[in-house]
């Protein structure tokens, strides 16, 4: 692995602290490269560190022009993370072997370092905050907004009305809305009695948080897990996502495969008899990519340690009528998960 | 051309009206197939239109499978939008002939139909409107704001309020922050006399808006292309910015290729002395992606004609002391261009 190159944003600021939307990495031995275009002149001389700065407009030229100085024989990369054409200009006339090997830069950052593992948790402690601001003001002004509006107000809290980037497009969905795990905002108003739901993330020095919380809407809710909900169907579901919730962050242990992590959320919901309407994993991990490695899949062998950092979103999806997930981050932390 | 496989987001969209973040789409001589996870079930029973809707966790392995089962000999595909990792799924153990053609879909974008060139004129209405919405604010409540709140308040105003996605990230830049063509938000603060730069647009039924502004800031400013510069050098740089943006929009014509009208701008910004800090190209073409052909650029053949639609947007960056953009959209409509 003592060759390799990157093209993606955050598999590059990983290696170098920094990064833009056109740039390429190359580690060459024990030298390493990072090549942008002129717009990025600036930014890239003040940022980017232990690595030698190339301006080209011809990233892939310029790459493969290094390639050859310095006679690489052999170099690793992600078939995922380049395009058919990026690999072809680089690998073009070149004996070079090239090693394709998936999820390179993901397998690299799977275990948090301990500064990674602050920066995370600030950033699921400042998502936390924010949802207890989103209340006081879904509680204030949300009533007869629709999810439209609703989402740019929770854009704008999220976001401390500009500070931090997010993670993601937050997710507002109401009542039948919310049965889409990835819903898109739509005309509906929020009134009170209405299931909400909302899946939110803001990034704190480029690392995601992640959070989902499912209510009932009314003039003194919270986003607490602990919720009533008037119809019957929804809170039997509440009550088993909940479960299912606690239940995995209770027993996932280090040693544990992926998948026998899912299995803790997935068996409670299974016996619940709403098997059929978890349409999704019980997690992914959370770092500088909102997805990435481990995946808590029902497929996924891999095995958990300490330094990973992870999602528990156990849902329930009912097609017509409402959705319920209830989602934090963890950290595994001396063997045992801990709550971000 | 009768075969084509498409997985960029856009591209597939302007197929069959609708897309997803994660689709592939099929076009088999007189069939269509649009292929996607459980997750967009419902939406895309919903949108999807002239193509059979699949629903398959494994894409890749859904799409294999139905070239197998049409006897596909030859696929067209743009190597550009395909991970080499996608490419290798679907073409392995296969001996279809897959033709690689670059920029396949901006190709058949390039020329906007009717109802394509009125989507793009409101788009550009509305982008402007939100920029006299935005001087309104600015000038009531910009003053001593950093470059983090007027994105902010840039984003809201341009979304009006999360009605509008946004063509991209706005750059608001105050003097030497200016200089970057792709400057990111600081913690510079605004004050009377700086020069501000803004470049934002919005989407209206997902084509885009694009828009640049460069004014000095006080009680009065307007987003207008007149504007008094206290600075001789910056009022200098202004006026043959301003200039050269002018004479582009009043001398292109169908007919020339996209080189010549890039020498439209860059001559008088050269013939000025200032030819060294026009570190970009004149234009690009806008649609459902906010850079797309035809790129007004030194070293494009490419011929304009009728219903192109592209942003003429000169610029002088002086590296720490202050940059100068103009841009407009334009849509080509008899022979000659006309602004948006």
């Given at each position: 692995?003592?060759?390799?190159?990157?093209?993606?944003?955050?598999?590059?600021?990983?290696?170098?602290?920094?990064?833009?939307?056109?740039?390429?990495?190359?580690?060459?031995?024990?030298?390493?490269?990072?090549?942008?275009?002129?717009?990025?002149?600036?930014?890239?001389?003040?940022?980017?560190?232990?690595?030698?700065?190339?301006?080209?407009?011809?990233?892939?030229?310029?790459?493969?022009?290094?390639?050859?100085?310095?006679?690489?024989?052999?170099?690793?990369?992600?078939?995922?993370?380049?395009?058919?054409?990026?690999?072809?200009?680089?690998s073009?006339?070149?004996?070079?072997?090239?090693?394709?090997?998936?999820?390179?830069?993901?397998?690299?950052?799977?275990?948090?370092?301990?500064?990674?593992?602050?920066?995370l948790?600030?950033?699921?402690?400042?998502?936390?905050?924010?949802?207890g601001?989103?209340?006081?003001?879904?509680?204030?002004?949300?009533?007869?907004?629709?999810?439209?509006?609703?989402?740019?107000?929770?854009?704008?809290?999220?976001?401390?009305?500009?500070?931090y980037?997010?993670?993601?497009?937050?997710?507002?969905?109401?009542?039948?809305?919310?049965?889409?795990?990835?819903?898109?905002?739509?005309?509906r108003?929020?009134?009170?009695?209405?299931?909400?739901?909302?899946?939110?993330?803001?990034?704190?020095?480029?690392?995601?948080?992640?959070?989902?919380?499912?209510?009932?809407?009314?003039?003194?809710?919270?986003?607490?897990?602990?919720?009533?909900?008037?119809?019957?169907?929804?809170?039997k579901?509440?009550?088993?996502?909940?479960?299912?919730?606690?239940?995995?962050?209770k027993?996932?242990?280090?040693?544990?495969?992926?998948?026998?992590?899912?299995?803790?959320?997935?068996?409670?919901i299974?016996?619940?008899?709403?098997?059929?309407?978890?349409?999704?994993?019980?997690?992914?991990?959370?770092?500088?990519?909102i997805?990435?490695?481990?995946?808590?899949?029902?497929?996924?062998?891999?095995?958990?340690?300490?330094?990973?950092?992870?999602?528990?979103?156990?849902?329930?999806?009912?097609?017509?009528?409402?959705?319920?997930?209830?989602e934090?981050?963890?950290?595994?932390?001396?063997?045992?998960?801990?709550?971000?």
């Amino acid at each position: 692995m003592n060759n390799y190159m990157l093209k993606d944003e955050n598999a590059i600021y990983y290696e170098c602290g920094y990064s833009c939307d056109n740039a390429l990495y190359l580690r060459l031995g024990s030298e390493a490269f990072f090549i942008t275009d002129s717009r990025y002149t600036i930014d890239a001389a003040e940022g980017v560190k232990n690595a030698q700065v190339i301006i080209d407009g011809d990233l892939y030229g310029a790459a493969a022009k290094l390639l050859k100085e310095h006679r690489i024989k052999k170099m690793t990369f992600d078939p995922k993370e380049w395009t058919l054409m990026g690999y072809e200009k680089i690998s073009k006339d070149s004996d070079i072997r090239f090693d394709a090997v998936q999820d390179f830069s993901h397998k690299k950052r799977i275990i948090k370092t301990d500064k990674e593992l602050k920066i995370l948790a600030k950033a699921a402690k400042l998502g936390r905050k924010a949802f207890g601001d989103l209340a006081n003001n879904f509680r204030m002004d949300g009533k007869g907004k629709d999810e439209f509006a609703l989402t740019y107000l929770a854009k704008s809290i999220l976001s401390d009305f500009g500070k931090y980037e997010l993670s993601f497009d937050p997710i507002v969905a109401i009542g039948p809305n919310a049965a889409k795990p990835h819903a898109r905002p739509t005309n509906r108003k929020l009134f009170k009695g209405d299931l909400l739901l909302v899946d939110a993330g803001l990034k704190y020095k480029r690392y995601c948080s992640d959070r989902t919380r499912t209510v009932e809407f009314g003039k003194d809710f919270t986003f607490d897990t602990h919720q009533k909900f008037k119809r019957k169907k929804i809170q039997k579901a509440y009550d088993t996502v909940l479960k299912a919730h606690d239940h995995a962050i209770k027993k996932a242990r280090c040693g544990m495969k992926a998948k026998e992590v899912d299995a803790l959320t997935r068996d409670i919901i299974t016996r619940a008899g709403f098997g059929g309407y978890f349409v999704h994993s019980t997690g992914h991990g959370v770092g500088l990519d909102i997805h990435e490695m481990p995946y808590i899949s029902a497929k996924s062998d891999t095995v958990i340690e300490d330094g990973m950092v992870f999602t528990i979103e156990p849902g329930i999806y009912m097609p017509g009528e409402f959705g319920i997930r209830i989602e934090d981050m963890v950290a595994m932390v001396d063997g045992k998960a801990k709550v971000l």
